[in-house]
């Protein structure tokens, strides 16, 4: 059975940093690519940073560029999103997906 469990969000102050975590199991996590995608408040979903099977090849938005940096552990399974200098427009819920399956997210609030 597949399951994509994200953590990590919170909420945090203006300037503020997080790391989101995505745990994956039921399929061989080494050999995708693993997406993170936000969705704000009343928006739709959209892409923020990708990472190859391999933990190179990333791939920003423009808004994640600079402030993001995507990583994994293929090991534990795990994809990272390290999320700095954080402003009210991140507040979204962040969703890990990898071989066409989702998580069901986390979400992240930025606000004073």
């Known amino acids: 059975q597949v399951q994509i469990v994200e953590s990590g969000g919170r909420l945090v102050q203006p300037g503020g940093s997080l790391r989101l975590s995505c745990v994956v199991s039921?399929?061989?996590?080494?050999?995708?690519?693993i997406t993170w995608f936000r969705q704000p408040p009343g928006k739709g979903r959209e892409f923020v940073s990708s990472?190859?099977?391999?933990?190179?090849?990333?791939v920003y938005s423009d808004f994640a560029s600079g402030r993001f940096t995507i990583s994994r552990d293929n090991v534990k399974r795990t994809a990272y999103l390290q999320m700095n200098n954080l402003n009210s427009e991140d507040t979204a819920v962040y969703y890990c997906?990898?071989?066409?399956?989702w998580g069901l997210g986390t979400q992240v609030t930025v606000s004073s």
């Open positions: 997906r990898g071989n066409e399956y």
């Open positions: 039921g399929f061989p996590f080494n050999e995708y690519t």
């Open positions: 990472i190859l099977p391999t933990g190179g090849g990333a």
